[in-house]
């Protein structure tokens, strides 16, 4: 049997639990969850974005991390044992930036997590090379791009290798960025020149031959792929900064992307709450009905709402009064009003990471482009309403839901969204360092 070691630190807190949620428990399923995750990131950029291509996917996933359901159960051929070498007491100072990431983890939601400063050991089995390479492979990529638990979009999770892989399989491959900025560039760039550094690309461009050995064949993505590829044309990676803490890390990705917050902790300037971005109007439209009389407002235009594109649900909270307030959230599309079926969730596109060099700390930003929903038309729904505290309970004054339309009339929803995510690729060059990818859809 091939196997492969690994020694990991976290660098923040790591929200992963498991049946009982009350306790921080570090899960050989959740790590085998995210690297399936990465894994299809990988293979689909070879296997192409198109529908085809996931019947593809999900037939190579299944062949080497397993699968269970309709068609059958098929055992893993990748076995992940997980261990905590040592726990730290070690606690996260929060501020403004890293309360707003992890809010449904920390603050009035408090819950358990496994400290940074922690230790872990994975510890990964097979009994073909090529499956623990791709294992391997994934899992390079899920350090170093995205993170682990609740939250492993926006910083939460983060760990680093601290040395190179036990193992007698070789990939020609480095696990730990060298040191200094030049280090870790060349870390995740092509690197030609040193064959013990080859990055992002050198990872795919593996990935890609391996499953061609076992029969895959390649193919092109679609514009834009139906799930997330890392592939050059339709995601992106940049550097930020070196700091020697990572909250300062942490806050250089939040000013660009929240902006500086305001004595009551409402942020402004960045990103995502710019105004051709965000409509911070809707609560007031609602409230203002409310205060005409009516009891059920309807469909609301927010034509500069553009943040269902980086994911939902939204949660929308606007204080009137000292007890009087409009709640709501953006949290479906009806992809289809004859069976009025609904699709809940969207998962950003975006995910915000931390590496490690020595005592230095460097933020990622890692994105995809890729269908927003199958035949999106324009609207978003949303529900809630008027409320009054009254006591610890709140009591609804007034209803509010139905159709948000984030587009105008005969505004092409394809061209929008595309549009969007040119706009954030030019932000992200503007601030940080381009490190993987040549533009979204180019």
Do not use: C
């Not at 894994?39 to 974005?49: E, K, P």
């Not at 009806?334 to 969730?345: G, I, V």
């Amino acid at each position: 049997m091939y196997e492969a070691t690994f020694e990991l630190e976290a660098i923040t807190p790591l929200f992963m639990r498991g049946a009982d949620q009350r306790k921080a428990e570090f899960r050989p399923a959740s790590v085998k969850g995210v690297m399936r995750w990465w894994f299809r990131a990988l293979a689909g950029r070879h296997l192409g974005g198109t529908p085809k291509a996931m019947t593809a996917l999900r037939s190579a996933e299944s062949l080497i991390f397993g699968s269970a359901g309709k068609t059958g159960t098929r055992r893993s051929r990748v076995i992940v044992d997980v261990d905590i070498l040592e726990e730290s007491n070690k606690s996260f100072p929060l501020d403004d930036y890293s309360r707003y990431f992890w809010f449904s983890q920390v603050g009035r939601y408090t819950k358990s997590y496994i400290p940074p400063g922690t230790t872990f050991e994975i510890t990964l089995r097979s009994h073909e090379e090529a499956y623990l390479k791709i294992a391997m492979l994934s899992l390079w990529a899920a350090v170093h791009l995205g993170g682990f638990g609740s939250r492993a979009r926006k910083f939460g999770g983060s760990l680093s290798f601290t040395r190179e892989p036990d193992s007698d399989v070789s990939l020609g491959l480095k696990f730990v960025p060298g040191q200094g900025e030049d280090g870790i560039k060349m870390f995740y760039r092509k690197n030609d020149n040193d064959k013990q550094e080859r990055g992002i690309s050198y990872v795919a461009s593996t990935v890609k031959n391996l499953l061609s050995k076992m029969g895959f064949k390649g193919g092109a993505p679609s514009n834009p792929p139906k799930f997330p590829i890392l592939h050059e044309r339709y995601s992106f990676v940049f550097l930020g900064d070196v700091h020697e803490d990572p909250t300062s890390a942490i806050e250089e990705v939040g000013k660009w992307y929240l902006g500086t917050p305001d004595e009551n902790g409402r942020f402004d300037g960045g990103f995502r709450f710019q105004s051709q971005r965000a409509d911070r109007r809707i609560p007031h439209r609602i409230y203002d009905q409310f205060s005409q009389g009516k009891k059920s407002i309807k469909s609301l235009a927010a034509y500069s709402e553009r943040r269902p594109y980086l994911g939902f649900p939204i949660q929308f909270y606007k204080s009137f009064s000292e007890d009087e307030f409009v709640q709501f959230t953006v949290d479906h599309w009806n992809a289809d009003k004859k069976t009025s079926k609904k699709t809940n969730r969207r998962a950003s596109g975006l995910w915000f990471s931390l590496n490690r060099v020595g005592r230095h700390y460097y933020p990622i930003v890692t994105g995809f482009f890729y269908e927003f929903f199958p035949d999106y038309h324009g609207p978003v729904r949303y529900r809630g309403g008027v409320y009054k505290k009254i006591g610890k309970r709140k009591e609804q004054l007034a209803s509010a839901g139905g159709a948000l339309f984030i587009l105008k009339k005969n505004e092409e929803p394809l061209l929008a969204y595309t549009s969007f995510y040119r706009d954030l690729y030019d932000s992200l060059f503007e601030n940080f360092e381009a490190i993987y990818g040549e533009g979204v859809g180019q």
